[in-house]
Antibody, heavy 116, light 108 residues
Framework: EVQLVESGGGLAQPGGSLRLSCAASGLTFSNYGMSWVRQAPGKGLEWVSSISDHGGSTYYADSVKGRFTISRDDSKNTLYLQMNSLRVEDTAVYYC?????????WGQGTLVTVSS | EIVMTQSPATLSVSPGERATLFCRASQSVSSDLAWYQQRPGQAPRLLIYGASTRATGIPARFSGSGSGTEFTLTISSLQSEDFAVYYCQQYNHWPPGTFGGGTKVEIK
């Protein structure tokens, strides 16, 4: 069974940093593009970033470009999202998802709260 | 950036009835349209891609249609587990993969 488990969320101050992780199991991780999608409290879905299989290409929403960095470690079957210069409006549940641009399988999400 | 508009925002339906949800793109996205279901407190789940192809394990009561700018998701006979929020997403002009604002299907 394919599983995606996010971790690393929590409380951060405006201007601070967090690194999210997504551990994948049950699949040949390196063969798949991966994505991060977020959902602000009570709001809809917003695509954040994607990375190609093997990590050769990365893509970002304008709202996070220059602040967030997506990466992957295929030896650890893990996807990352380094979030710097955090803003209050980055507060959301962050989901990792298998495949891009279509998100075929989603993790349960990790909550990031940016507040002073 | 392509804007995806879903209607209605809320749909009240009785169990066993048909539900029809709409998604409109601000410009043509061909058939590069996906639908997702999000039950309360859960992560989204892929239902449909390519506008009309059901994802693995999705029941036949879910069907998608449309191309260009107008798309429809139909649930032929609503079951209790189908009361949820549904999102469309275009991926023709990607990135970004823009989502619609969602349609909440609630029990009438």
């Amino acid at each position: 069974e394919v599983q995606l488990v996010e971790s690393g969320g929590g409380l951060a101050q405006p201007g601070g940093s967090l690194r999210l992780s997504c551990a994948a199991s049950g699949l040949t991780f390196s063969n798949y593009g991966m994505s991060w999608v977020r959902q602000a409290p009570g709001k809809g879905l917003e695509w954040v970033s994607s990375i190609s299989d093997h990590g050769g290409s990365t893509y970002y929403a304008d709202s996070v470009k220059g602040r967030f960095t997506i990466s992957r470690d295929d030896s650890k079957n893990t996807l990352y999202l380094q979030m710097n210069s955090l803003r209050v409006e980055d507060t959301a549940v962050y989901y990792c998802a298998k495949d891009s641009p279509i998100c075929s399988l989603w993790g349960q999400g990790t909550l990031v709260t940016v507040s002073s | 950036e392509i804007v995806m508009t879903q209607s209605p925002a809320t749909l009240s339906v009785s169990p066993g009835e048909r539900a029809t949800l709409f998604c409109r793109a601000s410009q043509s996205v061909s058939s590069d349209l996906a639908w997702y279901q999000q039950r309360p407190g859960q992560a989204p789940r892929l239902l449909i891609y390519g506008a009309s192809t059901r994802a693995t394990g999705i029941p036949a009561r879910f069907s998608g249609s449309g191309s260009g700018t107008e798309f429809t998701l139909t649930i032929s006979s609503l079951q209790s587990e189908d009361f949820a929020v549904y999102y469309c997403q275009q991926y023709n002009h990607w990135p970004p993969g823009t989502f619609g604002g969602g349609t909440k299907v609630e029990i009438k």
